[in-house]
């Protein structure tokens, strides 16, 4: 059955990185382009970046273009999301989600905290 | 960016009730649009796909229509575990975009 499992989360300062890893099974993860999804505490769901099936584009959101970079290795069927220059308001959950008629199936979300 | 505009942002409904909920895009954007079911600490679960099309394994109750910029999910005889958030989605522009979300909550 299809998985995707996000890990990496934590707490980090402010203008500090963090990477992002999901780890996908139970499908042919480079015939799918990937999705990232974030929810801050208590608001709706921002979709955050995208990329193709074989890496060869990527999209992100204006919030957090520049700062953030999506990539993938569809020798290890992992998907990640480069965080750098964080900003109190990037803390969310992030979940990963497969690209199929939208985002047919998610990962559980790892947690981001942004605070000093 | 293509807007997407939900309503109602909550409502109380009993068991046994029908339910509508709407989304409204900014422009056109054919059928690319989904239907989710979030509830607390968990990850969102597609209902429908293609604005009309039912996810395998979700009850017959969910339905979608609409095409272009006006789309509705329907629960058509709300049960105990369909209290939830519930977001369209569309898929039409490289930048996604969600509805704010409808809160489904108890009479």
């Known amino acids: 059955q299809v998985q995707l499992v996000e890990s990496g989360g934590g707490v980090v300062q402010p203008g500090r990185s963090l990477r992002l890893s999901c780890a996908a099974s139970?499908?042919?993860?480079?015939?799918?382009?990937m999705h990232w999804v974030r929810q801050a505490p208590g608001k709706g769901l921002e979709w955050v970046a995208d990329?193709?099936?074989?890496?060869?584009?990527?999209y992100y959101a204006d919030s957090v273009k520049g700062r953030f970079t999506i990539s993938r290795d569809n020798s290890k069927n992992t998907l990640y999301l480069q965080l750098e220059s964080l900003r109190p308001e990037d803390t969310a959950v992030y979940f990963c989600?497969?690209?199929?008629?939208?985002?047919?199936?998610w990962g559980q979300g790892t947690p981001v905290t942004v605070s000093s | 960016d293509i807007q997407m505009t939900q309503s109602p942002s909550s409502l109380s409904a009993s068991v046994g009730d029908r339910v509508t909920i709407t989304c409204r895009a900014s422009?056109?954007?054919?059928?690319?649009l989904g239907w989710y079911q979030q509830k607390p600490g968990k990850a969102p679960k597609r209902l429908i796909y293609?604005?009309?099309s039912l996810q395998f394994g979700v009850p017959s109750r969910f339905s979608g229509s609409g095409s272009g910029t006006e789309f509705t999910l329907t629960i058509s005889s709300l049960q105990p575990e369909d209290f939830a958030t519930y977001y369209c989605?569309?898929?039409?522009?490289?930048?996604?975009?969600f509805g704010q979300g409808t809160k489904v909550e108890i009479k």
């Open positions: 989600a497969r690209g199929a008629a939208g985002a047919d199936y």
């Open positions: 139970g499908f042919t993860f480079s015939s799918y382009a």
């Open positions: 990329i193709s099936f074989d890496g060869s584009n990527t």
């Open positions: 422009q056109g954007i054919s059928n690319d």
């Open positions: 293609a604005a009309s």
């Open positions: 989605l569309q898929h039409n522009s490289y930048a996604w975009t």
